[in-house]
């Protein structure tokens, strides 16, 4: 059994409870760059233990990548979480500093004993000949990109097919095109079942085994097994073919010049899931 956001859960052999947690012999001031959901639980379990922390965000808001679907009204739960989050350190009386970069300089000036560093990640842009003419994800579903009436989205993983499954309630033609032979791999089962139900029930086209290896201003090219392309016409192309870690050499440098303890914690180290987040988060704070 596992919760995304209980890290406990199946751990109760080590701490039945966060009230059994110890608190820190000997609290250190910490530094968390970054405010996603790894960098929010180690904070909060850093500032449960005793330690002085500063949590860090370059935007202005806390939540990292999932601020992109907090307006969702299907994901409330998560907009509850990251409001809760807020809530605990505040009431932790954890220093929150949002609209600010960190660099050397502030590490520098801060001086902690530990730096945790929470960047998160960055979206995988594959070199795709045309690959300019496509749009990010990220940016339609913060709003910054207005897809057109008919779309392609690049990438049938769960961030493609959930932003389908959007768009085509919306009111637009939507086609995933997905280079492997299923969509959704990696979820489980139910949850892949549940994608596949309500990608045929709001109409959006899948094409597996398709990989793309070009994209024009108005379509993509696919090719097959045997060699023959294929061109699928739409007004907006959508890159989701994933993440990857966000490189902060400077940043890792800086923080062992100082710090006594450094931390590569969430999606800075490797993208994953929200419960890889939140458990890597506790696990670092109770360690340090």
């Given at each position: 059994m596992n919760c995304s956001v209980n890290p406990l859960k199946s751990y109760e052999y080590r701490y039945l409870s966060e009230e059994h947690i110890?608190?820190?012999?000997?609290?250190?001031?910490?530094?968390?760059?970054?405010?996603?959901?790894a960098g929010l639980e180690a904070a909060r379990v850093a500032g449960l233990r005793g330690h002085n922390v500063v949590l860090v965000e370059e935007s202005n808001d806390l939540g990292g990548v999932l601020r992109y679907?907090?307006?969702?009204?299907?994901?409330?739960?998560?907009?509850?979480?990251i409001e809760w989050y807020g809530c605990v350190l505040c009431n932790q009386d954890i220093e929150v500093k949002l609209n600010t970069k960190v660099d050397a300089d502030i590490i520098q000036k801060e001086n902690p004993d530990v730096v945790i560093l929470a960047t998160g990640s960055d979206?995988?842009?594959?070199?795709?000949?045309?690959?300019?003419?496509?749009?990010?994800?990220?940016?339609?579903?913060?709003?910054?990109?207005?897809?057109?009436?008919?779309?392609?989205?690049?990438?049938?993983?769960?961030?493609?097919?959930?932003l389908a499954i959007k768009l085509s309630n919306e009111g637009h033609n939507v086609t995933i095109i997905e280079a492997l032979p299923q969509i959704a791999m990696g979820e489980p089962i139910l949850s892949r079942m549940g994608i596949i139900k309500l990608l045929d029930k709001t109409g959006v086209r899948v094409l597996t085994c398709a990989p793309v290896v070009e994209i024009h201003k108005s379509g993509v090219e696919t090719?097959?097994?045997?060699?023959?392309?294929?061109?699928?016409?739409?007004?907006?192309i959508i890159l989701s073919v994933g993440r990857k870690a966000k490189v902060e050499t400077d940043l890792m440098k800086a923080s062992k010049k100082v710090a006594r303890e450094v931390y590569l914690i969430g999606d800075a180290k490797q993208p994953r899931k929200i419960i890889d987040a939140v458990r890597e988060g506790f696990w670092t704070g109770v360690s340090i």
């Open positions: 110890p608190k820190a012999k000997n609290p250190k001031k910490v530094l968390i760059v970054g405010g996603g959901l679907v907090l307006n969702e009204k299907i994901k409330w739960r998560i907009k509850r979480l979206p995988l842009i594959p070199k795709i000949p045309g690959v300019e003419n496509a749009v990010l994800a990220e940016d339609v579903l913060s709003g910054k990109t207005q897809p057109g009436k008919s779309v392609i989205i690049i990438g049938g993983g769960l961030v493609g097919c959930e090719v097959n097994n045997l060699g023959i392309r294929s061109l699928f016409k739409a007004d907006t």
